[in-house]
């Protein structure tokens, strides 16, 4: 039977003065297709069985702007782009796992 997830947010580390090593980012369809999320989930476990310590940005996730540069608006992409440094930046964080693999190609390009 599975256990409920337990999954800390950057925001909860923040209050603790601790900061993960990581930070597992969900995407899209891994907060909101239903399919995808049994794949978040699992991702998840897989981070906790192998004991690597990650957070996630929860409410402060916003898109990668990975639909919008497909779609050829380079202006959207550019502000969602800008949004999450300033997001990620903020809470000094160096370290990206996802399962999501337009999120992967968009924050490695």
């Known amino acids: 039977m599975n256990r409920p997830l337990k999954v800390?947010?950057?925001?909860?580390?923040?209050?603790?003065?601790?900061?993960?090593?990581?930070?597992?980012?969900?995407?899209?369809?891994?907060?909101f297709d239903d399919r995808a999320?049994?794949?978040?989930?699992?991702?998840?476990?897989?981070?906790?069985?192998?004991?690597?310590d990650f957070a996630?940005?929860?409410?402060?996730?916003?898109c990668?702007?990975?639909?919008?540069?497909?779609?050829?608006?380079e202006?959207?992409?550019q502000m969602q782009a800008m949004?999450?440094?300033k997001t990620l930046n903020g809470y000094g964080i160096t370290k990206i796992v996802t399962a999501c693999p337009h999120g992967f190609n968009t924050l490695k390009k």
Do not use: H, W
């Open 75 to 77: 202006y959207v992409f």
């Open 37 to 52: 999320k049994k794949i978040t989930k699992a991702f998840v476990r897989l981070l906790v069985q192998a004991d690597i």
């Open 64 to 73: 990668t702007g990975d639909p919008a540069k497909r779609a050829g608006n």
């Open 8 to 31: 800390t947010t950057m925001a909860q580390y923040c209050g603790t003065r601790q900061k993960p090593r990581n930070s597992f980012l969900v995407g899209c369809a891994g907060s």
């Open 56 to 62: 996630v940005l929860g409410t402060e996730e916003g």
């Open 83 to 85: 949004t999450n440094i």
